[in-house]
């Protein structure tokens, strides 16, 4: 199985890329191919609803030129996307957001389809303050065809902060463990 975890955080070291390692520790451990990619080292334009991606004389794919276009060809030869974000205001990030909404092409194309999709996600109120994230993945995995294999919600405010919870990481790593062909 191959696995790409996206790290929506701006912070290297941060609570996000931690948890997102500890996931992919325990998928290594069990022979999944991985990889790793932080969004904010990608330029990533905001979709401007031009609906290139819907017409077929595209094949359907998205007439922005920058950096997704080196992140579409990763997607589709994952079987498992991680999307790993802290909450900002009950939400994503804005990275995170920008990338969701370029996913646009993959509603005529269908190339997510079949695929799972995973949340990893730290934030100071902890899981209680989560809903409207994860209801957002929920609906935006459906929309997009995928699977949803769950989410992991912990508790952290401070840069690696985490690392102070070690069953936090533990259950990541057994996240990660879990996961089946
Ligand atoms: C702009 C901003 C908005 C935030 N909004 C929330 C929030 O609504 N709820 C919450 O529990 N934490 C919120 N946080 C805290 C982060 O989710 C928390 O610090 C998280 O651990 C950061 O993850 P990182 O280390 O991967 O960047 C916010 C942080 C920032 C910078």
């Known amino acids: 199985m191959r696995i790409l975890a996206l790290n929506g955080s701006p912070r290297k070291g941060g609570n996000t890329e931690i948890l997102l390692d500890e996931i992919i520790k325990g998928a290594e451990s069990k022979g999944h191919t991985t990889e790793r990619l932080r969004l904010y080292d990608y330029e990533i334009l905001p979709c401007l609803d031009c609906r290139s991606c819907k017409r077929e004389t595209s094949g359907f794919t998205c007439a922005l030129s920058d950096g997704m276009q ?6 589709e030869s994952a079987d ?3 999307f790993g974000t802290p909450v900002y205001w009950y939400g994503p990030t804005a990275k995170m957001k920008l990338f969701i909404d370029r996913l646009r092409p993959y ?5 997510l389809a079949g695929k799972r999709g995973m949340v990893a996600t730290p934030s100071e109120e902890g899981p209680s303050c989560c809903g409207p994230l994860l209801q957002m993945f929920a609906m935006s995995f459906d929309y997009l065809g995928m699977e949803n294999a769950g989410s992991l919600l912990a508790q952290a405010y401070e840069r690696g902060d985490i690392t102070k919870r070690p069953e936090e990481l533990k259950r990541a790593r ?5 996961v089946q062909e």
């Open 70 to 75: 080196a992140i579409y060809g990763k997607l």
């Open 174 to 178: 057994e996240m990660g463990a879990a």
């Open 107 to 111: 509603i005529a194309s269908r190339k």
């Open 80 to 82: 498992l996307i991680i």
